[in-house]
């Protein structure tokens, strides 16, 4: 590692030891980083005359969902946007959605528009995703921004949240380790429109050599190891396991999966705990840098929300 990319590396502490072998990515670091950049840039723009505005709307009462749009919310006003958040019943139609859905495009106010996902059995969430404006949508789901990203047009996609935090994570181990992405074997694994399918497109816009794979691949463990990135997404606890790693590969473990733990809460239930889709412990010894889970990929996924959000405030005054 050259010496002014080791200072980089300790001067952000976004990469430190893991008492293995790989370097440890800190996703929550990371996330901080993106979040003081934004709001410092949110700032400027505000002076200016343009304040950021992100609506979140949640339909239903899923506690999962509920933590998530409450963390995004929060973020939102730290970074000095105007934030605004909606609440409907589950019994909410698809109509009564739609049609505020069409209020938050036409409102000058609004540069992000955020759906929470999943939305109630008896809403279509294609017809509302596409609803959303392009223009507006900062998870990046609509397929005109899917279209941008195929086509390598970067300068005006939205590009979906955890793809792209995803990236900076990777950056900041390649800088760290002294590698280029153009010309690496990277391969993803796990082909969601969400995840799998962006991250190889943003792969590919860096010059990487970009495999897919999957669950049906015949061979995974073999595709795996030639690999110098590995992007795990495919939603199976630790299916990657850790000799499957190519010794120093950076391996970017997106998978967010809740598995039995040992002994019981304070409520006398079952003890979980979360894991991703990498074993950790065994890819420790191989690889050259790996996120954790949790802490990784997860925290970055609200800090590029924050960034679409801004993005899209900054090109709606083009």
């Keep these: 590692m050259a010496l002014a990319q080791q200072q980089q590396a300790a001067d952000d502490g976004i990469l430190r030891p893991s008492g293995g072998k790989a370097l440890l990515i800190d996703g929550k670091k990371a996330s901080e980083v993106v979040l003081a950049d ?32 409450k963390s995004k919310s929060k973020a939102a006003k730290i970074c000095g946007f105007h934030s605004v958040q909606y609440d409907l019943a589950a019994t909410t139609s698809e109509d009564d959605l739609l049609a505020l859905v069409d209020q938050l495009n036409g409102d000058p106010a609004i540069h992000g528009i955020l759906i929470q996902l999943p939305l109630p059995s008896g809403i279509n969430s294609t017809r509302v995703l596409e609803r959303v404006s392009p223009l507006k949508d900062v998870d990046g789901f609509h397929p005109f921004n899917a279209g941008l990203l195929s086509i390598g047009d970067l300068h005006r996609a939205l590009v979906p949240c955890t793809p792209a935090g995803s990236m900076v994570l990777l950056d900041k181990a390649m800088a760290a380790l002294g590698r280029d992405l153009a010309g690496a074997d990277a391969v993803v694994v796990g082909r969601s429109n969400i995840v799998g399918k962006p991250m190889a497109q943003l792969l590919l816009s860096r010059n990487a050599t970009v495999t897919i794979a999957h669950s049906r691949t015949r061979n995974l463990a073999e595709v795996v190891a030639r690999a110098d990135v590995v992007v795990a997404a495919v939603g199976r606890p630790e299916m990657v396991r850790g000799d499957w790693i190519k010794p120093g590969a950076v391996v970017i473990d997106v998978g967010i999966n809740r598995i039995p733990g040992e002994g019981l809460n304070a409520q006398g239930q079952p003890k979980t705990k979360l894991v991703g889709d990498v074993a950790y412990e065994e890819a420790l010894s191989r690889a050259g840098a790996i996120t954790p889970v949790p802490g990784g990929v997860g925290p970055m996924t609200i800090a590029m929300l924050m960034a679409n959000t801004l993005r899209a405030a900054t090109l709606s005054m083009a």
């Design 38 to 69: 934004v709001t410092t840039k949110a700032a400027a723009l505000i002076a200016k005359g343009v304040r950021p505005g992100l609506a979140v709307v949640l339909v239903g009462e899923d506690p999962a969902s509920q933590v998530y749009v």
